[in-house]
Protein backbone atom coordinates (compact mmCIF):
# COMPACT_ATOMS: atom_id res chain seq x y z
CA UNK A 1 0.00 0.00 0.00
CA UNK A 2 1.33 3.65 -0.69
CA UNK A 3 1.69 5.77 2.25
CA UNK A 4 0.93 9.44 2.32
CA UNK A 5 2.95 12.32 4.65
CA UNK A 6 2.46 15.93 5.38
CA UNK A 7 4.88 18.85 6.66
CA UNK A 8 4.26 20.17 8.38
CA UNK A 9 1.26 19.03 10.69
CA UNK A 10 -0.10 22.26 11.92
CA UNK A 11 1.55 25.76 10.65
CA UNK A 12 0.49 29.22 11.94
CA UNK A 13 0.54 32.13 9.66
CA UNK A 14 -0.87 35.74 9.02
CA UNK A 15 -3.15 37.16 5.97
CA UNK A 16 -1.07 37.52 3.03
CA UNK A 17 1.76 35.01 4.05
CA UNK A 18 2.93 32.73 1.35
CA UNK A 19 2.43 28.98 2.25
CA UNK A 20 3.58 26.20 1.33
CA UNK A 21 2.57 22.28 2.38
CA UNK A 22 4.77 19.36 1.40
CA UNK A 23 3.53 15.72 0.72
CA UNK A 24 5.55 12.79 0.34
CA UNK A 25 4.28 9.50 -0.97
CA UNK A 26 5.89 6.24 -0.23
CA UNK A 27 6.68 5.32 -3.75
CA UNK A 28 6.16 6.74 -7.15
CA UNK A 29 2.60 8.02 -7.88
CA UNK A 30 3.41 9.86 -11.12
CA UNK A 31 1.39 12.64 -11.28
CA UNK A 32 -1.74 11.18 -9.48
CA UNK A 33 -2.09 13.94 -6.53
CA UNK A 34 -4.97 15.69 -5.37
CA UNK A 35 -5.70 18.60 -2.47
CA UNK A 36 -8.60 18.95 -0.79
CA UNK A 37 -9.67 21.83 1.81
CA UNK A 38 -11.96 20.92 4.69
CA UNK A 39 -13.17 23.20 7.19
CA UNK A 40 -14.69 21.98 10.42
CA UNK A 41 -18.17 20.29 9.81
CA UNK A 42 -17.93 20.56 6.24
CA UNK A 43 -17.14 18.49 3.63
CA UNK A 44 -13.51 18.24 1.41
CA UNK A 45 -13.59 20.55 -1.40
CA UNK A 46 -11.42 19.21 -4.10
CA UNK A 47 -8.45 22.37 -5.23
CA UNK A 48 -5.91 20.71 -7.13
CA UNK A 49 -5.85 17.65 -9.29
CA UNK A 50 -2.80 15.47 -11.47
CA UNK A 51 -0.60 17.69 -9.03
CA UNK A 52 -0.98 20.94 -10.28
CA UNK A 53 -4.35 21.46 -12.35
CA UNK A 54 -6.80 23.69 -10.68
CA UNK A 55 -10.35 22.51 -9.97
CA UNK A 56 -12.51 24.76 -11.93
CA UNK A 57 -14.16 27.48 -9.42
CA UNK A 58 -10.43 27.49 -7.08
CA UNK A 59 -8.82 30.77 -6.69
CA UNK A 60 -5.68 30.96 -8.56
CA UNK A 61 -3.66 32.09 -5.13
CA UNK A 62 -3.74 27.69 -4.93
CA UNK A 63 -1.14 26.15 -6.79
CA UNK A 64 0.39 22.59 -6.89
CA UNK A 65 3.34 21.12 -7.84
CA UNK A 66 5.72 17.73 -7.91
CA UNK A 67 5.79 14.71 -9.34
CA UNK A 68 6.88 11.05 -8.15
CA UNK A 69 7.01 11.14 -4.52
CA UNK A 70 6.98 14.79 -3.45
CA UNK A 71 4.83 17.10 -3.33
CA UNK A 72 3.65 20.97 -2.56
CA UNK A 73 0.85 23.07 -2.18
CA UNK A 74 1.04 27.05 -2.22
CA UNK A 75 -0.96 29.45 -1.37
CA UNK A 76 0.56 32.57 -2.81
CA UNK A 77 -0.91 35.32 -0.35
CA UNK A 78 -3.24 33.73 2.59
CA UNK A 79 -7.38 35.11 2.71
CA UNK A 80 -8.93 34.59 5.95
CA UNK A 81 -11.26 31.92 4.02
CA UNK A 82 -8.15 29.74 3.72
CA UNK A 83 -7.68 28.69 7.21
CA UNK A 84 -8.28 25.59 7.26
CA UNK A 85 -7.20 21.55 7.20
CA UNK A 86 -5.80 20.43 3.87
CA UNK A 87 -5.18 17.10 2.51
CA UNK A 88 -3.11 15.18 -0.52
CA UNK A 89 -4.24 12.22 -1.70
CA UNK A 90 -2.68 9.72 -3.98
CA UNK A 91 -5.04 8.17 -6.96
CA UNK A 92 -2.13 5.80 -8.07
CA UNK A 93 -3.13 2.66 -6.54
CA UNK A 94 -6.35 2.87 -5.01
CA UNK A 95 -6.75 6.00 -2.45
CA UNK A 96 -4.73 7.37 0.39
CA UNK A 97 -4.81 10.39 1.98
CA UNK A 98 -2.22 12.06 3.88
CA UNK A 99 -2.77 12.99 7.63
CA UNK A 100 -3.48 16.39 7.02
CA UNK A 101 -1.78 19.85 8.25
CA UNK A 102 -3.97 22.26 9.90
CA UNK A 103 -3.64 26.31 8.86
CA UNK A 104 -4.25 28.54 11.40
CA UNK A 105 -4.23 31.96 12.39
CA UNK A 106 -0.61 32.79 13.85
CA UNK B 1 -26.31 21.94 -9.59
CA UNK B 2 -24.17 18.64 -8.94
CA UNK B 3 -25.17 17.22 -5.61
CA UNK B 4 -24.93 14.26 -3.15
CA UNK B 5 -26.99 14.04 -0.74
CA UNK B 6 -26.24 10.66 2.31
CA UNK B 7 -28.68 9.43 4.56
CA UNK B 8 -29.34 6.29 7.00
CA UNK B 9 -26.61 7.35 9.44
CA UNK B 10 -27.64 6.64 13.34
CA UNK B 11 -26.80 5.15 16.40
CA UNK B 12 -25.84 1.16 16.55
CA UNK B 13 -24.92 -1.51 18.82
CA UNK B 14 -21.41 -3.14 18.51
CA UNK B 15 -22.18 -5.90 15.88
CA UNK B 16 -24.99 -4.56 14.60
CA UNK B 17 -25.67 -3.15 10.88
CA UNK B 18 -26.61 -0.41 8.91
CA UNK B 19 -27.22 0.69 5.13
CA UNK B 20 -26.44 4.16 4.24
CA UNK B 21 -27.95 5.75 1.04
CA UNK B 22 -26.44 8.42 -1.50
CA UNK B 23 -29.02 10.12 -3.58
CA UNK B 24 -27.30 11.96 -6.35
CA UNK B 25 -28.66 14.65 -8.76
CA UNK B 26 -27.18 17.33 -12.03
CA UNK B 27 -24.98 14.66 -13.33
CA UNK B 28 -24.94 11.14 -15.49
CA UNK B 29 -24.67 9.03 -12.19
CA UNK B 30 -24.40 5.81 -14.27
CA UNK B 31 -21.38 7.12 -16.20
CA UNK B 32 -19.40 8.10 -13.11
CA UNK B 33 -17.15 5.45 -10.31
CA UNK B 34 -18.21 6.56 -6.96
CA UNK B 35 -16.72 6.00 -3.51
CA UNK B 36 -17.46 6.09 0.13
CA UNK B 37 -14.81 8.31 2.33
CA UNK B 38 -15.17 8.60 6.09
CA UNK B 39 -13.70 10.23 8.80
CA UNK B 40 -13.62 9.34 12.56
CA UNK B 41 -13.98 12.19 15.36
CA UNK B 42 -10.93 14.82 15.18
CA UNK B 43 -9.05 12.37 12.65
CA UNK B 44 -8.49 12.22 8.89
CA UNK B 45 -9.79 10.99 5.94
CA UNK B 46 -10.22 7.06 5.13
CA UNK B 47 -11.26 5.92 1.59
CA UNK B 48 -13.29 3.21 2.44
CA UNK B 49 -14.91 1.55 -1.01
CA UNK B 50 -15.31 2.05 -4.92
CA UNK B 51 -17.90 0.78 -7.23
CA UNK B 52 -17.70 1.55 -11.28
CA UNK B 53 -20.59 -0.62 -12.80
CA UNK B 54 -19.76 -4.34 -11.02
CA UNK B 55 -16.37 -3.77 -9.87
CA UNK B 56 -15.88 -2.86 -6.64
CA UNK B 57 -12.49 -2.37 -4.16
CA UNK B 58 -12.66 -1.75 -0.30
CA UNK B 59 -10.30 -0.93 2.32
CA UNK B 60 -8.74 -3.74 4.37
CA UNK B 61 -9.99 -2.16 7.62
CA UNK B 62 -13.75 -2.75 6.33
CA UNK B 63 -13.53 -5.44 3.73
CA UNK B 64 -15.23 -8.51 4.15
CA UNK B 65 -18.09 -6.67 6.66
CA UNK B 66 -19.03 -3.76 4.12
CA UNK B 67 -20.91 -3.68 0.75
CA UNK B 68 -20.95 -1.44 -1.97
CA UNK B 69 -23.54 -1.15 -4.35
CA UNK B 70 -25.58 1.02 -7.17
CA UNK B 71 -28.90 1.57 -8.91
CA UNK B 72 -28.50 3.81 -11.34
CA UNK B 73 -31.71 3.86 -12.59
CA UNK B 74 -32.87 5.89 -9.33
CA UNK B 75 -29.45 7.28 -9.33
CA UNK B 76 -28.42 6.19 -5.96
CA UNK B 77 -25.63 4.90 -3.96
CA UNK B 78 -25.95 2.50 -1.23
CA UNK B 79 -22.84 1.41 1.71
CA UNK B 80 -24.27 -2.03 3.61
CA UNK B 81 -22.45 -1.99 6.73
CA UNK B 82 -21.88 -5.25 9.27
CA UNK B 83 -20.17 -6.24 12.69
CA UNK B 84 -20.08 -3.16 13.14
CA UNK B 85 -17.36 -1.71 15.91
CA UNK B 86 -16.92 1.36 17.47
CA UNK B 87 -13.68 1.97 15.24
CA UNK B 88 -16.05 2.36 12.63
CA UNK B 89 -17.62 5.61 14.33
CA UNK B 90 -17.77 8.42 11.47
CA UNK B 91 -19.21 10.84 9.45
CA UNK B 92 -19.53 9.08 6.30
CA UNK B 93 -19.28 10.75 2.74
CA UNK B 94 -20.35 9.48 -0.71
CA UNK B 95 -17.63 10.93 -3.23
CA UNK B 96 -18.32 11.38 -7.23
CA UNK B 97 -15.04 10.23 -9.62
CA UNK B 98 -13.81 13.30 -11.25
CA UNK B 99 -14.08 11.41 -14.48
CA UNK B 100 -11.97 10.81 -17.70
CA UNK B 101 -10.28 14.41 -17.73
CA UNK B 102 -9.51 14.46 -14.24
CA UNK B 103 -8.78 11.12 -12.77
CA UNK B 104 -10.14 9.01 -10.12
CA UNK B 105 -10.40 12.04 -7.59
CA UNK B 106 -13.17 13.20 -5.76
CA UNK B 107 -14.89 16.37 -7.32
CA UNK B 108 -17.84 16.61 -5.88
CA UNK B 109 -18.73 15.28 -1.96
CA UNK B 110 -21.77 14.90 0.35
CA UNK B 111 -22.58 16.74 3.11
CA UNK B 112 -22.30 13.18 5.27
CA UNK B 113 -23.74 10.91 7.38
CA UNK B 114 -23.12 10.21 10.73
CA UNK B 115 -22.93 6.71 11.99
CA UNK B 116 -21.89 6.16 16.01
CA UNK B 117 -21.59 2.64 17.05
CA UNK B 118 -21.39 2.51 21.15
CA UNK B 119 -23.41 0.31 23.67
Known amino acids: DIQMTQSPSTLSASVGDRVTITCRAS??????LAWYQQKPGKAPKLLIY???SLESGVPSRFSGSGSGTEFTLTISSLQPDDFATYYC????????FGPGTTVDIK | EVQLVESGGGLVQPGGSLRLSCAAS????????MNWVRQAPGKGLEWVAY??????HYADSVKGRFTISRDNAWNSLFLQMISLTAEDTAVYYC??????????????WGQGTVVTVSS
Open chain 1, 89 to 96: QQYNSFWA
Open chain 1, 50 to 52: KAS
Open chain 1, 27 to 32: QSINSW
Open chain 2, 95 to 108: AKEGGFHKGSVFDI
Open chain 2, 26 to 33: GFRFSDYS
Open chain 2, 51 to 56: IRSDMT
